[in-house]
């Protein structure tokens, strides 16, 4: 999963520093920001995370 993170963030990098020409472009920029970003949110969120033992108790989710 940290490969396919890296890769959304460095494809968001170069959406964010395109050269800004003309009113569609900007637009084409921020929709593929939105996009990317709610799929970099989709991947942290969905990220598989080992049972966390605190004090004795152990949580499962």
């Known amino acids: 999963m940290f490969m ?6 460095l494809t968001m990098l ?5 050269p800004i020409s003309d ?3 900007v637009r084409m920029r921020y ?3 939105c996009a990317l970003l ?3 949110s989709v991947s942290v969120t969905r990220a598989h995370v080992g049972p966390v033992q605190v004090a004795g108790f152990v949580s499962t989710r």
């Open 23 to 25: 009113r569609r472009t």
């Open 4 to 9: 396919v993170d890296t890769v959304l963030i």
């Open 38 to 40: 709610a799929g970099l």
């Open 14 to 18: 170069l959406f964010l520093f395109l």
């Open 31 to 33: 929709c593929m920001l």
